[in-house]
Nanobody, 120 residues
């Protein structure tokens, strides 16, 4: 069973940056694409970004394209989300997950998430 632990969230000002990490346990984690999703208060969980298992292909939601960068370190079983030029609407709990079907069909366990709050 894969367990996911997200970290790196916090409070940032608009225009600032944060780097999220998602550490995974379990051998099957590296065999799948990985994705980041987020959920703002009162809203459904939404897709943010995906990366394939080799790290050679990525896909982003239009709302974060050009500002966020997803990357992986398979040796560390970790996926990252570099978030630049943050906006107040990026405020949400961020989750990582494995992707069953490219680019954004999640499956399996979710972590507890990490809170990102962007002030204006």
């Amino acid at each position: 069973q894969v367990q996911l632990v997200e970290s790196g969230g916090g409070l940032a000002q608009a225009g600032g940056s944060l780097r999220l990490s998602c550490a995974a346990s379990g051998r099957t984690f590296n065999s799948y694409p990985k994705g980041w999703f987020r959920q703002a208060p009162g809203k459904d969980r939404e897709f943010v970004a995906t990366i394939n298992w080799t790290g050679t292909m990525t896909y982003y939601a239009d709302s974060v394209k050009g500002r966020f960068t997803i990357s992986i370190d398979n040796a560390k079983n970790t996926v990252y989300l570099q978030m630049n030029s943050l906006k107040p609407e990026d405020t949400a709990v961020y989750y990582c997950v494995r992707i069953r079907r490219w680019p954004q069909e999640p499956f399996g366990s979710w972590g507890q998430g990490t809170q990102v709050t962007v002030s204006s």
